[in-house]
């Protein structure tokens, strides 16, 4: 490769780097929780919801859930939610779902939408209440 091969080649390299990096730096505001992006919306938080009646789910195994949960909430494994979800009442109902670590949430989140349900706010994480 001449030299004048070389700088162009370099040039792509580091607009390459520039651009991961960027990315790199985007994916932790992507990951940041539901609540923290409904209260900057103006949307009420999760225990505000609560408080006013949601109901607080909790999509953990049975054994995570006897461990430690949130007051309040219901448990309703992931793996089962799609069988039981007519327990959660009526598709108007409003529920604050959560887990772990917030991938079992955000899935159930989705069922429920999909289900019909139009006021799901995911938690994500128990440690974020």
Same mark, same amino acid.
């Given at each position: 490769? %001449?030299? =004048? /091969?070389?700088? *162009?080649?370099?040039?792509?390299?580091?607009? $390459?780097?520039? +651009?991961?990096?960027? #990315?790199?730096? #985007?994916? !932790? +505001?992507?990951?940041?929780? %539901?609540? @923290?992006?409904?209260?900057?919306? &103006?949307?009420?938080?999760?225990?505000?919801?609560?408080?006013?009646?949601?109901?607080? $789910?909790?999509?953990?195994? !049975? @054994?995570?859930? /006897?461990?430690?949960?949130?007051?309040?909430?219901?448990? #309703? *494994?992931?793996?089962?939610? !799609?069988?039981?979800?007519? @327990? $959660?009442? *009526? *598709?108007?109902? !409003?529920?604050? +779902?959560?887990?772990?670590?917030?991938?079992?949430?955000? /899935?159930?989140?989705?069922? #429920?939408? =999909?289900? &019909?349900?139009?006021?799901?706010?995911?938690?994500?994480?128990?440690? =974020?209440?």
């Amino acid at each position: 490769m %001449s030299g =004048a /091969d070389a700088a *162009p080649v370099g040039a792509v390299r580091r607009s $390459l780097r520039a +651009v991961s990096l960027g #990315l790199a730096m #985007l994916v !932790p +505001v992507a990951c940041v929780g %539901s609540t @923290e992006a409904a209260a900057s919306r &103006g949307q009420p938080s999760a225990r505000a919801r609560v408080a006013a009646g949601a109901r607080l $789910l909790d999509v953990r195994t !049975p @054994e995570e859930f /006897d461990a430690g949960h949130i007051e309040g909430a219901v448990n #309703l *494994p992931i793996d089962v939610l !799609p069988g039981r979800i007519g @327990e $959660l009442g *009526p *598709p108007s109902t !409003p529920i604050v +779902v959560y887990c772990r670590s917030g991938r079992r949430s955000a /899935d159930a989140a989705v069922r #429920l939408r =999909a289900a &019909g349900f139009t006021d799901v706010l995911d938690l994500g994480p128990m440690t =974020a209440w």
